[in-house]
């Protein structure tokens, strides 16, 4: 299945599993999108991709007041084995959090978390920033 999103704000929702506000497993483009204040108990407190997720043009993913959170990993951006993820160099991922722990290691991946073979394209200048408890994981 494809799902092109423009220009539309995505938020305020929560769930128990992965992607507060989306999960994915086929393809997703987000042009000029918001993506902020989700919740995932699970992880992907903004989006969980499976499958392959390409954000364009101005789109956020969380912001500098509330931003997207999740108990797992990947605040604003989980993207799982196999998957195939590109952030735009105008994108930006921001005041995400993933805030979970394990023993005494807290859950990474605040702003991304890339799972396994999952790949990451991140083109430059990277505008991944402020997130907690770290931008990029593993």
Same mark, same amino acid.
């Given at each position: 299945?494809e799902?092109i /999103?423009?220009?539309?704000?995505?938020?305020?929702?929560? &769930?128990?599993g992965?992607?507060g506000?989306?999960?994915?497993?086929g393809?997703?483009?987000?042009?000029?999108?918001? /993506?902020?204040?989700?919740?995932?108990?699970?992880? &992907?407190?903004?989006?969980?991709?499976?499958?392959?997720?390409?954000l364009?043009?101005?789109?956020?993913?969380?912001?500098?007041?509330?931003g997207?959170?999740?108990?797992?990993t990947?605040?604003?951006?989980?993207?799982?084995?196999s998957?195939y993820?590109?952030v735009c160099?105008?994108?930006?991922?921001?005041g995400?959090?993933?805030?979970?722990w394990?023993?005494d290691?807290?859950?990474?991946?605040g702003g991304?978390f /890339?799972?396994?073979? &999952?790949?990451?394209?991140?083109?430059?200048?990277?505008?991944?920033?402020?997130?907690?408890?770290?931008?990029?994981?593993p």
């Amino acid at each position: 299945a494809e799902l092109i /999103v423009r220009d539309s704000y995505i938020g305020n929702n929560s &769930g128990v599993g992965d992607g507060g506000g989306i999960a994915n497993s086929g393809l997703v483009d987000i042009y000029d999108g918001i /993506v902020d204040s989700n919740f995932s108990e699970s992880d &992907g407190g903004g989006i969980s991709n499976h499958g392959t997720l390409r954000l364009h043009g101005t789109t956020t993913i969380g912001s500098s007041e509330q931003g997207n959170s999740t108990f797992g990993t990947g605040g604003g951006i989980y993207a799982g084995h196999s998957s195939y993820t590109v952030v735009c160099a105008t994108c930006t991922v921001t005041g995400n959090t993933a805030g979970g722990w394990w023993g005494d290691i807290a859950f990474p991946g605040g702003g991304v978390f /890339v799972e396994g073979d &999952g790949t990451l394209e991140l083109e430059e200048p990277n505008r991944v920033f402020g997130n907690t408890p770290d931008q990029i994981a593993p």
